[in-house]
């Protein structure tokens, strides 16, 4: 099993910054991916950014050039680096980790962008 936490989520205003971690424990070893998703009320859960062992990463068109993903190598903390915040980019933010066939999630943190 894995377990996330995520941390660092909070009120910010437009244009600003944040830094969302999410701490994995337990059978680390079995990750080999690990992403972060966002869910904005009334909305579907939608990918954000993703990251594999491997070295490839993928983003949400709306955040690109805005957010960057890090930390996945080292498989027990990835990063979220969200700049230019918008009040679309407001929602609960999850993470997930992925390998040997399963996947698991954090528990969330709210984000919210005022204007």
């Known amino acids: 099993q894995v377990q996330l936490v995520e941390s660092g989520g909070g009120l910010v205003q437009a244009g600003g910054s944040l830094t969302l971690s999410c701490a994995a424990s337990?059978?680390?070893?079995?990750?080999?991916?690990m992403g972060w998703y966002r869910q904005a009320p009334g909305k579907q859960r939608e990918l954000v950014a993703a990251?594999?062992?491997?070295?490839?990463?993928n983003f949400a068109d709306s955040v690109k050039g805005r957010f960057t993903i890090s930390g996945i190598n080292a498989k027990n903390t990835v990063y979220l680096q969200m700049n230019s915040l918008k009040p679309e980019d407001t929602a609960v933010y999850y993470c997930?980790?992925?390998?040997?066939?399963?996947?698991?999630w954090g528990q969330g943190t709210q984000v919210t962008v005022s204007s």
């Open positions: 337990g059978s680390i070893f079995r990750i080999n991916a």
């Open positions: 997930k980790a992925e390998g040997w066939g399963s996947y698991y």
């Open positions: 990251a594999s062992s491997g070295g490839s990463t």
